[in-house]
């Protein structure tokens, strides 16, 4: 390499590394895409919106949400994967994206290489809950009366692979319970089945259940958190239900096209943490449950990880596959 070239090499190098700062610096000049997955009205619609109107007023260009269902997420979060890594595309999704490469034959994304982890954002609880009718104050005498007749009983559950669907099928496993799981077209349907005694349990998001659990219409037999919630002290977990370990709850990420510039990342996630704990988002998404949760990209991707290995087992033992 003669000279000139030497220098140069070393100049557009020089160029390259100061431009970094800039790019977060400049960042957002534009509106800023969130895709949702999923039809608008869900959950994780609902938190994709009110996170993008926070985003927007702390950095200064509107951030709109973009509905784009079909094929369980699948769609939306292909389209995502394979936008251009600039900032201006990201994903709002829920456990469905790292669940889905153990439920489908052939996913058109890899999670782990073709996407960014941006954040954690949060997570809703969820409680195993029952008609009034249903034998046992609480899951552990639930399951004894099931083991006994298991032809009596069966579940409800509003999507296969939903985090309520896989926290049934690790209770029938490690429980050693032989019922069916019904899947319904939504949790409205499931719920309202089992109010009506057509089916004895469904595991539900807290906020669905929590009106009807308070008129006494439903029993709650155990919460899936790692700890009892202070909105039902008395109600045992499931893992002091006889799960040791047992924590299970519905998430919600924020997920970019891969090889994201590290100082927009960097920039996003810090944004998405102040955000996410701010009395905005508390006023907002609190009454639906919701717990807000920010993490640093890297605590992200461990938590997928974590969850990753949960998932692949539950439908390995349980044979789950959508065709």
Same mark, same amino acid.
């Given at each position: 390499?003669?000279?000139?070239?030497?220098?140069?090499?070393? +100049?557009? +190098?020089?160029?390259?590394?100061?431009?970094?700062?800039?790019?977060?610096?400049?960042?957002?000049?534009?509106?800023?895409?969130?895709? *949702?997955?999923?039809?608008? @009205? @869900?959950?994780?619609?609902? #938190?994709?919106?009110?996170?993008?109107?926070?985003?927007?007023?702390?950095?200064?260009?509107?951030?709109? #949400?973009?509905?784009?269902?079909?094929? =369980? @997420? =699948?769609?939306?979060?292909? $389209?995502?994967?394979?936008?251009?890594?600039?900032?201006?595309?990201?994903?709002?999704?829920?456990?469905?994206? #790292?669940?889905?490469?153990?439920?489908?034959?052939?996913?058109? !994304?890899? *999670?782990?290489?073709?996407?960014?982890?941006?954040?954690?954002?949060?997570?809703?609880?969820?409680? #195993?809950?029952?008609?009034? &009718? *249903?034998?046992?104050?609480?899951?552990?005498?639930?399951?004894?009366?099931?083991?006994?007749?298991?032809?009596?009983?069966?579940?409800?559950?509003?999507? $296969?692979?939903?985090?309520?669907?896989?926290?049934?099928?690790?209770?029938?496993?490690? &429980?050693?319970?032989?019922?069916?799981?019904? $899947?319904?077209? @939504?949790?409205?349907?499931?719920?309202?089945?089992?109010?009506?005694?057509?089916?004895?349990?469904?595991?539900?998001?807290?906020?669905?259940?929590? %009106?009807?659990?308070?008129?006494?219409?439903?029993? %709650?037999?155990?919460?899936?958190?790692?700890?009892?919630?202070?909105?039902?002290?008395? /109600?045992?977990?499931?893992?002091?239900?006889?799960?040791? &370990?047992?924590?299970?709850?519905?998430? !919600?990420?924020?997920?970019?096209?891969?090889?994201?510039?590290?100082? $927009?990342?960097?920039?996003?996630? +810090?944004? /998405?943490?102040? +955000?996410?704990?701010?009395?905005?988002?508390?006023?907002?998404?609190?009454?639906?449950?919701?717990?807000?949760?920010? =993490?640093?990209?890297?605590?992200?991707?461990?938590?997928?990880?974590?969850?990753?290995?949960?998932?692949?087992?539950?439908?390995?033992?349980?044979?789950?596959?959508?065709?």
């Amino acid at each position: 390499m003669n000279k000139r070239i030497f220098l140069r090499a070393i +100049a557009t +190098a020089a160029l390259c590394a100061a431009s970094v700062p800039a790019i977060a610096d400049n960042y957002p000049s534009r509106p800023v895409r969130i895709i *949702v997955p999923y039809v608008a @009205g @869900g959950t994780v619609d609902l #938190v994709a919106r009110v996170l993008a109107q926070k985003l927007g007023e702390q950095m200064g260009q509107p951030f709109i #949400v973009d509905n784009r269902p079909g094929a =369980s @997420g =699948s769609i939306g979060s292909d $389209i995502a994967s394979k936008a251009p890594p600039d900032g201006y595309t990201l994903l709002l999704q829920s456990p469905t994206l #790292v669940a889905s490469p153990f439920l489908m034959k052939k996913t058109p !994304y890899n *999670v782990k290489t073709d996407f960014t982890a941006i954040s954690l954002l949060g997570s809703v609880p969820m409680v #195993v809950v029952a008609n009034p &009718g *249903v034998p046992g104050k609480n899951l552990q005498e639930f399951l004894v009366a099931a083991r006994r007749e298991p032809s009596k009983y069966a579940f409800g559950t509003s999507a $296969i692979g939903s985090p309520m669907h896989l926290a049934q099928e690790a209770i029938k496993r490690d &429980g050693k319970l032989d019922v069916p799981i019904v $899947i319904y077209k @939504g949790t409205g349907s499931a719920l309202n089945d089992v109010l009506g005694g057509q089916i004895s349990v469904i595991i539900d998001a807290i906020p669905s259940s929590a %009106p009807n659990i308070a008129a006494g219409k439903l029993k %709650p037999l155990a919460v899936t958190t790692r700890e009892r919630l202070p909105s039902m002290p008395n /109600v045992p977990t499931v893992a002091e239900s006889g799960f040791a &370990g047992f924590e299970m709850v519905t998430w !919600y990420g924020l997920w970019a096209p891969p090889k994201l510039p590290a100082s $927009i990342l960097e920039k996003l996630s +810090a944004e /998405v943490a102040v +955000a996410m704990r701010s009395p905005f988002m508390a006023e907002r998404l609190g009454p639906q449950g919701f717990v807000s949760s920010p =993490s640093t990209p890297a605590e992200f991707s461990a938590y997928i990880d974590k969850e990753a290995a949960t998932y692949e087992r539950i439908v390995k033992d349980a044979k789950i596959q959508i065709d």
